[in-house]
T-cell receptor
Framework: DSGVTQTPKHLITATGQRVTLRCSPR?????VYWYQQSLDQGLQFLIH???????AKGNILERFSAQQFPDLHSELNLSSLELGDSALYFC??????????????FGEGSRLTVL | GESVGLHLPTLSVQEGDNSIINCAYS??????FIWYKQESGKGPQFIID?????DKRQGQRVTVLLNKTVKHLSLQIAATQPGDSAVYFC????????????FGKGTRLHILP
């Protein structure tokens, strides 16, 4: 158990809908990262928050947004869903502000299926 | 967190043999590298890291080799066990710039009995 909690574990929805994925980092970790894992693309970095502030942005679509709250949990909002958004979405946390230690602790992921 | 469906290259190794998983990274400015292991149904898990001022680092049963000249990283697993069956990802970071951990495509390691 990594200590990172993601909900929901599975989600099935229809095209055009909006969903929110939630992540609770490990106790004491200030950084939260979101990654998308699809069949053909592997792990794609979406966004990184540190202590409530956005630190880095990756290949995150404009239809997607995220935030980190004062209690350090994070939410990833996916809107106007398309079939291609079906993927596993991972949250990871680390204690550090940067990526210098490299040790991210990943949750078990939220599997999104868009029909 | 099911990774079984990923379209990945597969390396099949006899139990007890050594495994070598290779990775080509993309950015010559990357200065920090990590190997992650993802077992079926779980998220990726940190295995070992190496900084660009080193060319080799050893852990417990694992060794990472870095060749900056050809932008190549490898993970060697000694005496492969059934529990090593997983997808292995290399990741690169350019720590002085954009603070992003960029993962490679991954390799599935399959252990033969």
């Amino acid at each position: 158990d990594s200590g990172v909690t993601q909900t929901p574990k599975h989600l099935i929805t229809a095209t055009g809908q909006r969903v929110t994925l939630r992540c609770s980092p490990r106790s004491g970790d200030l950084s939260v990262y979101w990654y998308q894992q699809s069949l053909d693309q592997g792990l794609q970095f979406l966004i990184h928050y540190y202590n409530g502030e956005e630190r880095a942005k990756g290949n995150i679509l404009e239809r997607f947004s995220a935030q980190q709250f004062p209690d350090l949990h994070s939410e990833l909002n996916l809107s106007s869903l398309e079939l291609g958004d079906s993927a596993l979405y991972f949250c990871a946390s680390s204690v550090s502000r940067g990526t210098g230690t490299g040790e991210l602790f990943f949750g078990e992921g939220s599997r999104l299926t868009v029909l | 967190g099911e990774s079984v469906g990923l379209h990945l290259p597969t390396l099949s190794v006899q139990e007890g043999d050594n495994s070598i998983i290779n990775c080509a990274y993309s950015n010559s400015a990357s200065d920090y590298f990590i190997w992650y292991k993802q077992e079926s149904g779980k998220g990726p898990q940190f295995i070992i890291d190496i900084r660009s001022n080193m060319d080799k680092r050893q852990g417990q049963r694992v060794t990472v080799l870095l060749n900056k000249t050809v932008k190549h990283l490898s993970l060697q697993i000694a005496a492969t066990q059934p529990g090593d069956s997983a997808v292995y990802f290399c990741a690169e970071i350019y720590t002085n710039r954009d603070d992003k951990i960029i993962f490679g495509k991954g390799t599935r390691l399959h252990i033969l009995p």
